[in-house]
């Protein structure tokens, strides 16, 4: 069942990638952005736990 629901969502990644290409586009700029974002968010917040 595991190997079924992860075929199903690469199938549904690549269909969403040739249908919609700037959609995925935008999708996968939002998560980098995010991920960026939380991480320079974690660095503000252990630079001003460590200095005092």
Known sequence: MKKL???A???FVVFYLFTQPAGAA???KG???S???GA???SAFFTS???G
């Open 35 to 37: 991920i960026g974002t």
């Open 31 to 33: 998560v980098f952005g």
């Open 49 to 51: 736990l460590f200095s």
């Open 26 to 28: 935008a999708a996968v």
């Open 40 to 42: 320079e968010q974690l």
């Open 9 to 11: 969502a690469v199938a």
């Open 5 to 7: 629901l992860t075929y």
